[in-house]
Nanobody, 114 residues
Framework: QVQLEESGGGTVQAGGSLRLSCAAS???????????MSWYRQAPGKQRELVAT???????DYANSVKGRFIISRDNAKNTVHLQMNDLKPEDTAVYYC?????WGRGTQVTVSS
């Protein structure tokens, strides 16, 4: 059992930055380091899409739409994953969700205005 909670969302002007955080807790934390952690996002009327993934060793992968702008990182000792979001664009507006295997956070709203 794992609980995930996102934070750091908000409203920002285009070109600005935000840093999202996801804190994990629960009885299954002993094994959380063995699996990937990811950030997804979902905009109104659109399907949820994978934004970034990071594995146990720190190797990351990104959606083409955010490459060069977003950086995912994790601190296994602190059971935390982050998403540094730079040069934000209006099309980045969405609810951002933290994901660990079958577990999901409730999401944090990111709004980018032009």
């Amino acid at each position: 059992q794992v609980q995930l909670e996102e934070s750091g969302g908000g409203t920002v002007q285009a070109g600005g930055s935000l840093r999202l955080s996801c804190a994990a807790s629960g009885r299954a934390l002993r094994f959380i380091e063995l699996n990937d952690m990811s950030w997804y996002r979902q905009a109104p009327g659109k399907q949820r899409e994978l934004v970034a993934t990071i594995n146990h060793y720190g190797t990351s992968d990104y959606a083409n739409s955010v490459k060069g702008r977003f950086i995912i990182s994790r601190d296994n000792a602190k059971n935390t994953v982050h998403l540094q979001m730079n040069d934000l664009k209006p099309e980045d507006t969405a609810v951002y969700y933290c994901n660990y295997v079958a577990y999901w956070g409730r999401g944090t709203q990111v709004t980018v205005s032009s």
